[in-house]
């Protein structure tokens, strides 16, 4: 999930438009993972002062008073098997938290959980001012020691889901002199600067992995539950292979990013022979990051025909007068 309190760091805002120079050190990828493969880039340092919210391209992937990044991974089996969470940079271990467990927030209750919103965490020091935060890490995964020296790539800990989080993903926040600093933007960001290139604070190797996505899939799957969620759906719970003849219903679920107001989306489930069996068109009316949503139809005691049954989901967007698809994928599953 989104953690909006940080109790033990520092009252955060902006800093300044000189922090790229100031920096000792160009920051690297701080998680080992293949984005795009079982990771994703999912949410950025919100630039908006207001109750709204935008990300440093001015899209939708923040929420308000967002203080890092965000970086998601694709399972719940993928945290349980372990992904290590790196230093960015060499520095010190100045705090440490432990003992929280991984569960989803929800399952628990904010208010219990709000106090210690990044969960499981190590912060280090990076001379000058500079700081890092590694935030909901895996219960019993922390490797390192307050006080001790580390070096770019070291192993901190693993990726959780610890405080205030839904689903497996490492905060990643940077501060210079108590300030948030975004390390894709550090120079304020306005209507005329989001769509050029900006000075980040990644290392070349770092910046040519962390690619900014206007709208990407997070998750899809098929369900014969007509209540099937996205918790499930995080957890693993769709059906992976094979739909019975006689399931009671049959159901497409998504999660995608980067939606924007005044985006339309259309949800298809086509069964063999290229039939419609479902198919739901809606249109986003208020600002979203992540969003989540299925199309399906009920069985009332039929047998599903056999064959190969896909799930198409597909996103629109118009700028400028043109409307353009900016996203479409699909899912196959079969009737045996």
Known sequence: MFVRFLPFVFLLVFGGNTLARQNPALFEIPIDCKFGNNCDLVLFVD???????????????????????????????????????LAAADGRVIKIRRGL????????????IVRRGLGNVVVLDHGNGWRTIYAHLKNASIRVATGQEVKAGNILGQVGMSGLSEFPHLHFAVQHQGKVVDPFSPEKTDKKRCAIKQKTLWSAKAKAQLRYKKAFVLQAGFSDSAKFNRVAL??????KDRM???????????????????????????????????????KITRITNIKFD?????????????????????LFRTE??????????ERIIQVP
């Open 47 to 85: 630039h908006d002062k207001s109750a709204k919210w935008k990300d440093f391209q001015c899209g939708s992937l923040s929420y308000n008073n967002h203080q890092g990044t965000d970086i998601r991974l694709r399972s719940i089996k993928l945290m349980q098997r372990g992904v290590d969470v």
């Open 101 to 112: 467990p991984d569960i989803s927030f929800r399952a628990i209750g904010h208010d219990i």
């Open 234 to 239: 995080t957890y693993g719970l769709d059906i």
């Open 244 to 282: 019975e003849r006689r399931s009671p219903n049959f159901v497409f679920a998504i999660e995608f990013g980067g939606g924007r107001p005044g985006d339309e989306y259309e949800m298809s489930l086509i069964s063999p022979g290229a039939k419609i069996l479902a198919r739901s068109k809606k």
């Open 294 to 314: 299925f199309v399906g139809r009920k069985g009332y005691g039929r047998v599903w025909p056999k064959g190969t049954y896909k799930g198409r989901f597909e």
């Open 320 to 329: 400028q007068g043109i409307r353009r698809k900016v996203l479409e994928t």
